[in-house]
C-alpha cells in the first residue's frame, strides 16, 4: 500500500452528525475520534504512505470557524499532508443545499493555508484551486 485517504467530516461532533445524519451521539462520536485518530496513527507509524485528508464544505453544512480549527489540528500533525476540499453539492444527495461557489472555496483555501497547510487543494465548478491558489482546470 502506498496511498490512503482519510475523509474528515467535522472537528464538532454536532457538525459531524448533521453532515452524517448519525442521530446516535455515542456513535457518531466514536466515528469521528477513530477518524483523527487514524491519521495521527499514520504519521506516527506509517510516514512513507501518501496521506490525503478530505474535508467537505457546504456553509449549510459547516462554518469557516470549525474548517480553521481542523486547519490548525491537521497542521499541527503535519503541514506538509495533501488537504482535500470537497465542495459539497445537491448531488451528494442532499438536496436542500447549493453547491459552494468558486469564490467560496477560494476563501476556505486560504483559510486552510492561513493554517500553516502547504498543500491545499479544492474543488470547485471551475476546476480544482491547487497550492498557491492556483486554479487547476
Not at 448533521?18 to 457518531?28: F, S, V
Not at 476540499?85 to 493555508?113: A, G, T
Request: one cysteine or more; aromatic letters at 10%; charged letters at 25%.
Amino acid at each position: 500500500m502506498t496511498d490512503i485517504g482519510i475523509d474528515l467530516k467535522a472537528f464538532r461532533l454536532s457538525t459531524f452528525e448533521k453532515i452524517t445524519g448519525l442521530n446516535d451521539t455515542e456513535l457518531a462520536e466514536e466515528y469521528m475520534k477513530t477518524a483523527w485518530k487514524a491519521i495521527e496513527y499514520l504519521l506516527e507509524k506509517y510516514p512513507t504512505i501518501f496521506l490525503g485528508v478530505g474535508i467537505p464544505y457546504n456553509q449549510k453544512l459547516i462554518s469557516l470557524d470549525e474548517i480553521e480549527q481542523m486547519g490548525h489540528r491537521l497542521s499541527q500533525l503535519d503541514p506538509w499532508m495533501q488537504v482535500c476540499v470537497l465542495d459539497y453539492r445537491p448531488e451528494f444527495k442532499r438536496w436542500d443545499i447549493v453547491r459552494p461557489s468558486y469564490q467560496e472555496m477560494l476563501e476556505v483555501h486560504h483559510v486552510l493555508e492561513s493554517t500553516g497547510l502547504e498543500s491545499v487543494v479544492c474543488q470547485t465548478m471551475k476546476g480544482r484551486i491547487g497550492p498557491s491558489g492556483i486554479l487547476i482546470e
